[in-house]
T-cell receptor, first 117, second 108 residues
Framework: GAVVSQHPSRVICKSGTSVKIECRSL??????MFWYRQFPKQSLMLMAT?????????EQGVEKDKFLINHASLTLSTLTVTSAHPEDSSFYIC?????????????FGDGTRLSIL | KNEVEQSPQNLTAQEGEFITINCSYS?????LHWLQQHPGGGIVSLFM???GKKKHGRLIATINIQEKHSSLHITASHPRDSAVYIC??????????FGEGTQLTVNP
């Protein structure tokens, strides 16, 4: 089945550090990938839609200069949390669906737990 | 009112019990998804359906388009079924709108 690999699974770093999270589709091509954020005991919140070869579409309230998204190929999207602060600590997870196919299930990465000290 | 509502929020069952989780939505959809999130955070897509019923092992998902309602059933529940079950819908694109999730705990 379709597999999405997300890396790293856990990051602990100091305030002010920039952190890059990778989301890779291993055995399929994904024109579109989605980035979510999840706080404890809450539902997933869509941050942005990552489109291969074009700018990401950010949800209202999500700072595009804070959360940089790059989708340079059909199998890789990256989310960079720039100058991270403790309030950025959260669980980040990506998903992707097969390019060019309508009504396909979403395939999720395993998530990245980010802790900013 | 959320576009996707799930019930119950929390559910505790004994091993072997039949479990039902409900999902209602208020928007037009192209598909409804049932997802399972384990304590570590990883999410698995269980079902995607736009009509009728699907079965996979001990899991059954049904949807009634006219009533805008879906149910996820687990037969012969087991402690390893303990997880958060999330209902989500897609409209014309791939974007998911999520319910709040149901925390299921199955005790041995």
């Amino acid at each position: 089945g379709a597999v999405v690999s997300q890396h790293p699974s856990r990051v602990i770093c100091k305030s002010g550090t920039s952190v890059k999270i990778e989301c890779r589709s291993l055995d399929f091509q994904a024109t579109t990938m989605f980035w979510y954020r999840q706080f404890p005991k809450q539902s997933l919140m869509l941050m942005a839609t990552s489109n291969e070869g074009s700018k990401a579409t950010y949800e209202q309230g999500v700072e595009k200069d804070k959360f940089l998204i790059n989708h340079a190929s059909l199998t890789l999207s990256t989310l960079t949390v720039t100058s991270a602060h403790p309030e950025d600590s959260s669980f980040y997870i990506c998903s992707a669906s097969v390019a060019g196919a309508s009504n396909q299930p979403q395939h999720f990465g395993d998530g990245t737990r980010l802790s900013i000290l | 009112k959320n576009e996707v509502e799930q019930s119950p929020q929390n559910l505790t069952a004994q091993e072997g019990e039949f479990i039902t989780i409900n999902c209602s939505y208020s928007v037009g959809i192209s598909a409804l998804h049932w997802l399972q999130q384990h304590p570590g955070g990883g999410i698995v897509s269980l079902f995607m359906l736009s009509s009728g019923k699907k079965k996979h092992g001990r899991l059954i998902a049904t949807i009634n388009i006219q009533e805008k309602h879906s149910s996820l059933h687990i037969t012969a529940s087991h402690p390893r079924d303990s997880a958060v079950y999330i209902c989500a819908v897609t409209g014309s694109g791939s974007r998911l709108t999520f319910g709040e999730g149901t925390q299921l705990t199955v005790n041995p």
